[in-house]
């Protein structure tokens, strides 16, 4: 399942990324801590639902009440995606799709995310001709 394929923990939260949970589709598992033990406090997939999306097999992030997951759709063809979801009283929803302004199916965006407050920033790779690492924020 590749349980732990990416993980991030902030404060007394965590977020755990599986490279395949249902039907080898990602997810990511929020944690938090109680004071006493770690408790699921919710589980979070992207709307499209392919395995080739690689949602969360790579890159999670999170800080407070946001999680991110990097979908880098690395050699699928699909353009890569970084996902925001929020914690509100009725559990994680999302709350953005993040993509790169050029839609480039090779650019691997979302390989790698990070969160801080207001910011995210997420790094890719072109994927075609020389390797050439950028970062987006």
């Keep these: 399942t590749g349980f732990g394929s990416s993980v ?6 965590a977020v755990v990324g599986t490279m395949s949970d249902t039907n080898a589709v990602g997810a990511a598992y929020i944690f938090a801590f109680d004071g006493a033990s770690w408790k699921r406090d919710g589980k979070v997939q992207s709307g499209v639902r392919r395995s080739n ?3 969360s097999w790579q890159s999670v992030a999170i800080d ?4 991110v997951v ?3 759709g690395s050699g699928s063809r699909l353009p890569g995606a970084a996902y925001v979801f929020n914690k ?3 559990g994680w929803t999302q709350t953005a ?3 790169a302004a050029d839609n480039d199916r090779e650019n691997a965006f979302g390989q790698s995310v990070d969160i801080s407050g207001d910011t995210i920033v997420d790094g890719m790779m072109e994927m075609r001709g020389p390797i050439a690492p950028r970062a987006k924020v």
């Design 8 to 13: 991030a923990i902030n404060e007394n939260m």
């Design 53 to 55: 999306e690689h949602f």
């Design 64 to 67: 407070r009440g946001t999680v």
């Design 70 to 72: 990097g979908a880098s």
């Design 88 to 90: 509100g009283m009725s």
């Design 97 to 99: 799709k993040l993509m």
